[in-house]
């Protein structure tokens, strides 16, 4: 059975990652079930969410061997000029909860109708063997809310709201927020690619 390294240490991108998969006849696994030392991390000095998961999915495909996934996203908001962008996971020091909270705090004031957002994930698949790489995109839209909702998910879920289920990414189950998100999207152009390219 063929292998394919999630290269995340983040569970939450796993289990929704392997979720999305999880019809595939392949073996997914995460960095802990790879020789990789937990110690070991890949700096991410491209200003591209692109160019970062180009980086990840590289580093981590050649030190493993195997078929590697890496995914970069973030949150792009509209009255922020689309920050944090690629800098969402290092927008404060500290927890998730830190960061939304310090969103909320930079769009005090700013009107329901104007706080539209949306999120961006990319996808890089890797073959260390052939050093063939490919990319996708998925682009999820919605508006940041006042204060946070629910206690699924991760990042910025609790106060991303999604209009059309009237509900925030954090009160989603697992199989809804795939359905809609910007991660689901990628994911369902990189299954097609990784059927197409890499099997």
Same mark, same amino acid.
């Given at each position: 059975?063929?292998?394919?390294?999630?290269?995340?240490?983040?569970? *939450?991108?796993?289990?929704?990652?392997?979720?999305?998969?999880?019809?595939?006849?392949?073996?997914?696994?995460?960095?802990?079930?790879?020789?990789?030392?937990?110690?070991?991390?890949?700096?991410?000095?491209?200003?591209?969410?692109?160019?970062?998961?180009?980086?990840?999915?590289?580093?981590?495909?050649?030190?493993? *061997?195997?078929?590697?996934? $890496?995914?970069?996203?973030?949150?792009?908001?509209?009255?922020?000029?689309? =920050?944090?962008?690629?800098?969402?996971?290092?927008?404060?020091? *500290?927890?998730?909860?830190?960061?939304?909270?310090?969103?909320?705090?930079?769009?005090?004031?700013?009107?329901?109708?104007?706080?539209?957002?949306?999120?961006?994930?990319?996808?890089?698949?890797?073959?260390?063997?052939?050093?063939?790489?490919?990319?996708?995109?998925?682009?999820?839209?919605?508006?940041?809310?006042?204060?946070?909702?629910?206690?699924?998910?991760?990042?910025?879920?609790?106060?991303?709201?999604?209009?059309?289920?009237?509900?925030?990414?954090?009160?989603?189950?697992?199989?809804?927020?795939?359905?809609?998100?910007? =991660? *689901?999207?990628?994911?369902?152009?990189?299954?097609?690619?990784?059927?197409?390219?890499? $099997?």
């Amino acid at each position: 059975m063929q292998k394919l390294v999630i290269a995340t240490r983040n569970k *939450g991108k796993i289990v929704e990652i392997q979720h999305a998969l999880a019809d595939f006849d392949w073996e997914i696994i995460g960095l802990a079930d790879t020789a990789i030392s937990p110690d070991f991390d890949v700096e991410e000095p491209a200003m591209t969410m692109e160019g970062n998961a180009i980086i990840k999915a590289i580093t981590y495909g050649d030190k493993t *061997g195997l078929l590697t996934l $890496s995914e970069d996203a973030g949150l792009e908001v509209d009255a922020l000029n689309g =920050r944090p962008g690629v800098f969402s996971a290092r927008y404060a020091p *500290g927890t998730d909860a830190d960061r939304y909270n310090k969103l909320l705090g930079e769009l005090t004031g700013v009107l329901s109708e104007n706080r539209g957002a949306q999120f961006r994930a990319v996808i890089a698949i890797y073959d260390p063997i052939s050093k063939k790489i490919r990319t996708c995109e998925g682009i999820y839209r919605g508006s940041i809310i006042d204060e946070p909702r629910g206690t699924e998910g991760f990042g910025f879920d609790p106060v991303f709201y999604n209009s059309e289920l009237k509900k925030t990414n954090a009160e989603m189950s697992i199989a809804e927020k795939t359905l809609v998100s910007h =991660r *689901g999207k990628a994911l369902k152009q990189a299954r097609e690619i990784l059927v197409q390219d890499f $099997s």
